[in-house]
């Protein structure tokens, strides 16, 4: 059955009007969250506030074994969702110029925004950033073009690469972030921070 | 902590269960050797001449058959509306959005259902439904549907039946009577229908 727009069960513009909707809850769970706060989402660079960690890591979890049960239950085709293409050089670049910009602002591109919609003034100079950057980066296309597109690996997968199943990897993927998680709550306590 | 250990709690034994399922199980678009090999023995994918020949005097527009013989054959002679998906291109991305769909039903045929049968088998075995094959081929075909032997005075009326269907399906079909090699019938040239690649789309989006 699914995914629903590549199989036309919904045209193009319900994806839209959908992804409307979701993208609204989506920036509402994130308001309410406290990730308009850019204080809070520095925290992680830190370890006094490791919510960025501990959500975003739940949201892909919860992601990853939707899709697989999905595909378990036969109601989604995962070979027709799409999967960002790897370019090796640019998103290691991409990586590094991004968590910097996090660091140095405290936003992430989605997170300012919704700082911005509650009239947040350091959001809105990050958005102005970014669109500087958007619009800088595609007016020297020419420039970056090799390293852009260097090292093109396709579309892997780790299972893939590691020579297990998928489910497995999500198991795998399971432990090591209620891991992670642990060592989020040690650092929160361990630097521990009054007001921010 | 209270809520790492309930959301330890939820995750983990769904982990657990999605670790467990054997990997070819998690994509189930396509069939494992044991389902695939129970469907062929019980031939659920032939289709008797007789159910094709209706269709196609009613015109029934869900029928859709599918020569996978050579492009050459194919313009030797070709059954009705037929189009041409050779056996050696049957993967073709160009192909895929015809043997992948739930609207028509796909009846692949070739001389006998030698070449059929492996079309349908390699289609079933990626999990493609509403593909059939032609029972008998075009040899039975031209042998019984289109020219029908008159059944003996002591045969049972079903035989008679069939006879009389036969021998007006052959008619409506351009057959009927001795087939020479001159005047056989000549199916108006099968348009390939345009196939509109169904592009991934292209989503984006990031954090």
């Known amino acids: 059955m699914g995914p629903l727009a590549p ?10 009007l959908l992804a409307f909707f979701i993208g609204i809850a989506f920036g509402w769970v994130l308001e309410s969250s406290g990730f308009s706060s850019s204080r809070k989402l520095a925290g992680i660079f830190y370890g006094y506030d490791t919510v ?3 959500v975003f890591f739940t949201a892909a979890i919860t992601a990853m074994l939707g899709l697989l ?11 027709l969702v799409y999967v960002n293409p790897t370019y090796l050089t640019s998103a290691i670049a991409g990586g590094v110029v991004m968590g910097a910009g996090f660091i140095m602002g405290g936003f992430c591109p989605g997170t300012s925004f919704c700082g911005a919609a509650i009239g947040k003034i350091d959001a809105m100079v990050f958005i102005g950033g970014l669109f500087i950057g958007v619009y800088g980066f595609a007016f020297t296309y020419g420039w970056w073009e090799k390293l852009y597109l260097a090292r093109y690996l396709g579309e892997p997968k780790i299972s893939d690469k590691l020579g297990i199943s998928d489910g497995l990897f999500g198991f795998l993927l399971i432990l090591i972030a209620l891991g992670m998680f642990v060592v989020a709550e040690w650092a929160e306590k361990k630097f521990p921070r009054e007001e921010y | 902590m209270k809520q790492l250990k309930l959301l330890a709690l939820i995750i983990i034994p769904l982990g657990i269960i999605i670790a467990a399922v054997p990997a070819d199980r998690v994509n189930q678009s396509r069939l494992t050797p044991h389902e695939l090999l129970q469907e062929a023995g019980a031939g659920v994918q032939f289709i008797s001449p007789d159910i094709v020949a209706d269709m196609l005097v009613q015109k029934d527009p869900s029928l859709r058959l599918i020569d996978v013989r050579t492009p050459e054959e194919f ?3 070709s059954m009705s509306g037929a189009i041409n998906i050779p056996l050696s291109n049957l993967l073709s991305d160009e192909y895929t959005d015809i043997l992948n769909q739930d609207a028509y039903m796909n009846v692949f045929y070739s001389n006998g259902s030698v070449y059929a049968n492996q079309a349908w088998m390699i289609t079933r075995q990626l999990g493609y439904e509403n593909n059939f094959v032609l029972e008998g081929g075009l040899n039975y075909w031209f042998g019984n549907i289109l020219s029908p032997e008159v059944p003996s005075q002591t045969s049972p009326d079903e035989e008679f039946a069939r006879y009389d269907f036969r021998k007006s399906a052959a008619a409506a079909l351009g057959g009927g009577g001795v087939i020479s090699t001159d005047d056989a019938p000549q199916a108006p040239k099968a348009v390939k229908p345009p196939v509109t690649a169904k592009a991934k789309k292209k989503p984006s989006g990031g954090c």
């Open chain 1, 7 to 16: 199989n036309e069960i919904i045209s193009e513009n319900t994806n839209f």
């Open chain 1, 52 to 54: 960025v960690l501990k």
């Open chain 1, 69 to 79: 049960f999905m595909s378990l239950f036969g109601w989604t085709d995962l070979d």
């Open chain 2, 75 to 77: 313009e030797d002679y």
